[in-house]
Nanobody, 124 residues
């Protein structure tokens, strides 16, 4: 079964940097789409970064230019490099995955695979 395990969260001052990791295992299909989401208590999860099976990327406007998503395809590890952190970036961060369809260069609509989350706290 698919297993996603995040690490790297912590506390940092505004303007600082953190790198999140997500170790993936158990995929029965190659080159999945992978995502970083974040969630504040009582709020819906917000998708902030996507890396497609062809390694194209997308970002939410709230993090574009500050965060970078990348994937080590050999180690099956997803990363989120977070720079210029702001107090409003404080949240629980989750990695997630689903299937990528090469022919149409799209990801499946449902996102069935999730990690347990890692907390990021940014103080002013």
């Amino acid at each position: 079964q698919v297993r996603l395990v995040e690490s790297g969260g912590g506390s940092v001052q505004a303007g600082g940097s953190l790198t999140l990791s997500c170790e993936a295992s158990g995929f029965t299909f190659s080159s999945p789409c992978m995502y970083w989401y974040r969630q504040l208590p009582g709020n819906e999860r917000e998708k902030i970064a996507t890396i497609y099976g062809n390694l194209n990327t997308d970002y939410a406007r709230s993090v574009e230019g500050r965060f970078t998503i990348s994937k080590d395809t050999v180690q099956d590890t997803l990363y989120l490099y977070m720079n210029s952190l702001r107090p409003e970036d404080t949240a629980m961060y989750f990695c997630a995955a689903n299937k990528f369809y090469y022919g149409r260069a799209i990801c499946s609509l449902d996102v069935p695979y999730w990690g347990q989350g890692t907390q990021v706290t940014v103080s002013s």
